[in-house]
């Protein structure tokens, strides 16, 4: 075998080995920013039964850095894709695992949620908002919004 050959088999099975192990972003998966202070530990894309897409972000953390309880609802978690708030929804045959209950949250806890948003075919990026009206211990309005990382 020539030298050529050689080095082209080798290139040609390296671009195989890479094609293979790099992770290919799915052409209609929705890139998720989330606000300052705000974690999650990761989101799916799926097709809808309509031809829409469902969004479904899990291990959402929301800090009460507050010395007081302070209390949520559903409609306070929002997705916004092109200018339009998504709340969440519950898909067909899985309402245990989507729905989200309102609640409070402790002093100094941590809410943990995860939800799933139906938005338009083509949606490809999306900003989690989440807008309780919280108050910290002085008194000023806590939402976590906005400020994206």
Known sequence: ?????????????????????????????????????????????????????????????????????????ATDLHL???GHAYAPVVRPKLGSIDAIEPGIVGPRETLHLSATFHVPAGSSRGDIEFTPRWTDDTGRSVDFCCYYI
């Open 1 to 73: 075998m020539k030298r050529s050959d050689v080095l082209r088999t080798t290139v040609l099975g390296l671009a195989f080995v890479a094609a293979r192990s790099s992770p290919a972003r799915a052409a209609d998966d929705v890139r998720l920013r989330v606000p300052q202070g705000v974690d999650y530990s990761g989101s799916t894309t799926t097709a809808a039964p309509d031809g829409g897409l469902y969004v479904t972000v899990t291990g959402l953390l929301f800090r009460n850095a507050s010395s007081m309880p302070q209390s949520y609802r």
């Open 80 to 82: 916004l894709v092109g």
